[in-house]
């Protein structure tokens, strides 16, 4: 724990508002370069001898532009979110919602979904534990499919890239699917449809041990989650800004609007296809997402297209089938495919 | 001393199982580390964040790779 070591270090020189002091100093200075970036861009590009209205040009100014930007957009986003995630844990969620009539229970699941810690790989053991603990079956899924869709890297990213009211929008219709699909499941009565030993098991909603931290420690926590997120990601946007640059430079506009534009309905449904057994973290994705957008693809497509590649993956499917008989993994896909369409018409009819 | 490593067999899991048994390797105390990769095993200790690590039968981490300095700290009971 070196990182804690010296922000340690740093209480001692600077007094106990030592962290914090820096934390506000870093956060001035974000937003100074944030403003810089594109006359800086600009700079850049005029060092070349690239013409900036050239096709070559306009590749360079993109990936010059939004790489720094999208990379300092993930920090900010990543920490902060680090910081509020610390104030929550699955067992402290599972308390809240062990018991909870649905309806009610739905939508704090979808809420704390979002605020709650949660790693894919961890999926199977938090739905047991909920199941296990008396979290009904449709406030469950409620949490499991707003935890990896409503995520603060998509939508820091859309906020930063396509504008808030789009990211705004994002989050309403997130939770939306999350809510409705999970009381859908609910009301469906499924219980059958886990697997009889998971149904066997019971366990107790022990009252979650208290999240004790201090200041220092959430701030530590907020740095280590973006050394753990931004650090694994980082690759993945930047060739994601690369792509975008391209087609930003060379894809004539007509033809992405003939392919992804509003006009054709059968896009949508298309989208939702492709994305299933696509698997990516929604940061590669949105740069080229930007791209296509900038393009005149139209948005609800590809919002559709990127929920379906992070909300239904075949391999999240398959780790699921440990727990789900497939007739239930087949409802929870149609479920939320249905809704994922549903939110494509509806973007595409609001901002097409 | 029997240490349990619980996780699906993701990277982090098997991370933690080496990290274990390196550092008890380092500071010489004899321990059996074991992964149990069984969902219903791993419900049974109640944990939800995976990997867990259980020592002599008590859940002592739920949820990422643990530090080095703690796991020295389960190691050496202190």
Known sequence: MDMMQRLAAMEDRLGPGGPAVLVVGALVAWAGIYVQLGPLADGVVAL???????HNGAALRFFVYDA???LMLLVLVVFLMGIVRSFFSPERTRALLSGRAEGLGNVLAAGLGVLTPFCSCSAVPLFIGFVSAGVPLGVTFSFLIAAPMVNEVALGLLFGLVGWQVALAYLGFGLTIAILAGWTIGRLGLEAWLEDWVLALKTEAT????????????IGAGIEAVR???????????????VGALIHGYVPQDT???????????????????????YSGAAGIIPVIEALIGKGAAI????????SVIALSLPEMIILRRVLKPRLIAVFVAVVGAGILAVGYLFNALFG | MDVKVLGSGCRNCLNTAEIITAKAAELGVPVTVEKVTDFAAIAGYGVMRTPGVVIDGKVVHAGGV?????????????
């Open chain 1, 48 to 54: 070349t001898p690239l013409d900036p209205a050239s």
């Open chain 1, 68 to 70: 720094p930007k999208v």
């Open chain 1, 207 to 218: 009252a979650a041990p208290a999240i004790d931290m201090t200041p220092r420690a959430r």
């Open chain 1, 228 to 242: 753990e997120i931004v650090g694994k990601v980082w690759p993945w946007v930047l060739g994601g800004i690369a």
């Open chain 1, 256 to 278: 992405m609007v003939s392919v992804m534009g509003s006009e054709a309905w059968w896009s949508v449904p298309v989208a939702v296809l492709l994305g299933i057994p696509m």
């Open chain 1, 300 to 307: 609800g497509t590809v919002l559709a297209f990127m929920m």
């Open chain 2, 66 to 78: 643990p530090s080095a300095d703690d796991v020295a700290r389960w190691l050496t009971g202190a």
